[in-house]
């Protein structure tokens, strides 16, 4: 009679776990998502492997990760507004990084988009939003919440320089009184000096690349396109960093989405700090003809680049794990993701403009949270947004390119589908001095000639 009595009370015991776990996953959750432009497995793997990012092999241990599969062209632009809204370039409308207007290239908008973007869709249901930094989302949509635009940290840089410009950049974050708040914090930051490239290379443990190349090859660094923006663009990132910090414990969300353009820009020049004889060895490989790369080459590029790359993914990981420390707390789900990765081939290493027959190098993906499968999953940028729907126990978009990743999960949710229309289309604010700062970004990048 006893032990009936203790089965009976431990299938009550699992019976009740299960049903709490079926009730929590019918709830709606608050989702992370942290954009993380260029991170690659194969650079971040070799690390793991040396005991370099111990934080990194903790988050994928605990998630359902994959390779991120991605599509061609691999323009940041395109697949990250991609990855917001669940849809091909031909659907949502971004097809590139710009038009042109009376001989002058033009970057696209927000206004160009055809379909709405994730953060829409959640504001559609009453739900709240913040979105920091996310490509193509100026001029912001005025939903429930906030969005700091992707050419905000772009005019902090011609204000905190020149404050009569103060007015002129208000519509680059939704609500427009956020801006004089973010202003405020980043001021402080600039007076103390604390927002120059020499303060920020020293809090974030960031080598001084410029410094680096000087003595390295004895040339004025400003040879090098990337090079020239770097300071500009390890700027972009701190205010980036600070902005989504501080929303991060001001704000109240169920979606908070944060993008960094780091480590990809360093990618595109970084092998320039390989180990002298083995950058000539490999640069001889890439140029002579007849000579073909490897598997094995790609795979000793990878160890010997990712030790390269290691400060720039050492410094993400703090801000990766400040919003992980906060979405645990909140029993939240995580995404950290990529757009691409990078590979070497004969026209050599990059996402970009490489050999016809080279596939587009898969980004990165880590699902965190309660009731997460802890495996390898196959997984592509269109399934993003269909996931994060999923979750929140919303209706998939009927049009969406991807699919909800339910293998990332032990639960199983009923799936019902909706076609979602764009409700409020932002207007057209041309801005000829941030245009101009954008496009001359593009080319250091080698992305417009």
């Known amino acids: 009679m006893k032990k009936s009595l203790v089965i009976i009370f431990f299938c009550f015991l699992l019976l009740s776990s299960f049903q709490c776990s079926r009730e929590n996953a019918s709830e709606t959750p608050k989702i992370y998502v942290i954009g993380l432009d260029g991170a690659d497995w194969d650079i971040i793997d070799p690390l793991i492997k040396k005991g370099e990012l111990n934080f990194f092999k903790k988050l994928k241990k605990e998630s359902s ?26 659907k949502h409308g971004i097809g590139g990084w710009f038009y042109n207007k009376n001989g002058k290239k033009v970057p696209l908008s927000n206004a160009d988009k055809k379909v709405p973007s994730i953060w829409e869709i959640n504001d559609s249901f009453g739900n709240i939003s913040t979105v920091v930094n996310w490509f193509v989302t100026a001029p912001p949509d005025k939903i429930k919440g906030i969005i700091v635009s992707d050419r ?46 020499a303060k920020i290379i020293q809090s974030t443990n960031i080598p001084d690349y410029v410094e680096q190349y000087k003595i390295r090859y004895n040339e004025n660094f400003k040879e090098v396109v990337v090079l020239k923006s770097w300071k500009r663009f390890v700027f972009y990132d701190h205010i980036t960093e600070k902005t989504t910090e501080y929303l991060l414990n001001v704000s109240e969300q169920n979606l908070f989405m944060t993008y960094f353009r780091m480590p990809d820009v360093f990618m595109h020049f970084g092998s320039l700090f390989l180990e002298e004889g083995y950058l000539n060895y490999i640069n001889n490989k890439i140029k002579k003809e007849g000579e073909i790369i490897t598997l094995e080459d790609k795979k000793e590029f990878e160890v010997k680049y990712s030790d390269v790359v290691c400060p720039i993914l050492k410094h993400k990981e703090k801000i990766v ?25 004969k026209k050599g290493y990059d996402h970009t403009g490489l050999s016809k027959t080279t596939p587009p190098p898969d980004g990165i993906l880590m699902i965190l949270g309660p009731d997460v499968a802890k495996k390898e999953i196959k997984a592509s940028v269109y399934d993003i947004a269909p996931t994060i729907l999923y979750l929140m126990n919303k209706p998939i978009g009927s049009k969406m390119d991807g699919k909800p990743l339910v293998n990332a999960f032990i639960f199983k949710k009923n799936i019902k589908y909706k076609e979602y229309i764009k409700k409020k289309q932002v207007q057209v604010e041309s801005s000829p001095e941030l245009d101009k700062k954008t496009i001359e970004e593009l080319k250091s990048l080698g992305y417009i000639k």
Do not use: C
């Not at 772009?154 to 956020?178: E, H, W």
């Not at 906060?326 to 993701?337: N, Q, R």
């Open 65 to 90: 990760w994959a390779r991120l599969k991605t599509f061609k062209p691999t323009l940041s632009a395109i697949i990250w507004t991609s990855i917001a809204t669940g849809k091909t370039m031909d």
């Open 152 to 197: 905000f940290k772009v005019a902090m840089n011609q204000v905190l320089r020149n404050p009569d410009k103060f007015k002129s950049y208000i519509n680059t974050v939704y609500p427009g009184k956020l801006y004089s708040r973010l202003y405020k914090i980043l001021k402080e930051d600039f007076d103390a000096k604390n927002l120059r490239y």
């Open 321 to 345: 794990e400040k919003i992980y420390n906060k979405a645990k707390k909140e029993d939240a789900y995580i995404l950290i993701l990529s757009d691409h990765g990078f590979t070497l081939d």
